[in-house]
């Protein structure tokens, strides 16, 4: 029987769905034959998985799963090296790996992001997912301190580069995409500050706390926007 890949989207978008169930069905279905189009939305469970640990302060149980759907992630990425959602999905996982890393794992997750991003962008330069994703890497490559930097020169030659502007256009261009994504406000706001634009940050925090929460990541922003409120906006 063919798979509704549309029902499993559904249940994997549902903050709802019984995920657990979700992935016992594409388990059983990788035993029989390991196809791309399941590969990847294993990775995509996983990661929703992992931010719902995340939620829950379990940061064990985040990197773990995590570490799952990097490894589904990268199983579809080299069976179909032109694939957009293979990558989409690599981009997330190595993402979130970096940010719950030290510093010498978080340089190499970087690395390997910027190659997928780098894919992906040329792919689907209109997906708001990459692009939002593509903007964070500016962010954390931007923020790197001279100690984390020599590391990474060291084990892995140069740096890639980039600046808070960089940052900026790729969440204006999310803005662009979708005006109600939540936590592009925040990444907007932690952009501005980090460039010393408290201004302008103002204006997305308070604009960002109106915006309903629809997913685990936006509810997470919600908390931090919180945050910079009552830090920035006295």
């Known amino acids: ?5 549309s029902d499993w989207d559904k249940q ?3 903050l709802t769905s019984n995920k657990d169930k979700l992935l016992k069905e594409m388990t059983a279905n990788l035993q029989k034959e390991e196809s791309i189009d399941v590969l990847y939305r294993m990775a995509k469970v996983w990661l929703f998985l992992a931010k719902k640990a995340q939620k829950e302060g379990n940061n064990e149980m985040l990197k773990s799963r995590a570490e799952k759907a990097y490894e589904y992630a990268d199983k579809a990425c080299k069976a179909d090296p032109n694939n957009f959602e293979c990558h989409k999905w690599m981009c997330a996982s190595l993402g979130l790996l970096a940010n719950t890393s030290a510093s010498k794992e978080k340089i190499k997750y970087g ?3 910027k190659e997928h991003a780098d894919i992906a962008l040329k792919l689907k330069p209109d997906d708001q997912f990459i692009q939002s994703m593509y903007g964070q890497w500016c962010y954390n490559v931007a923020t790197l301190g001279w100690l984390e930097r020599k590391i990474g020169e060291k084990l892995y030659g140069k740096i890639p580069t980039a600046t808070y502007k960089d940052a900026l256009n790729a969440f204006k261009k999310v803005h662009e995409l979708n005006a109600e994504a939540k936590d592009n406000h925040l990444w907007m706001a932690r ?4 460039d010393n634009n408290r201004t302008e940050a103002k204006q997305w925090i308070q604009r960002g706390l109106t915006l309903k929460n629809q997913t685990i990541a936006d509810e997470l922003a919600h908390k931090e926007l919180e945050e910079l409120k009552n830090k920035y906006c006295k």
């Not at 029987?1 to 890949?5: E, T």
């Not at 952009?191 to 980090?194: E, G, M, P, R, V």
């Open 1 to 5: 029987m063919a798979i509704d890949f």
């Open 12 to 14: 994997c978008d549902d």
């Open 111 to 113: 690395h390997q992001f």
């Open 191 to 194: 952009t501005l500050i980090a």
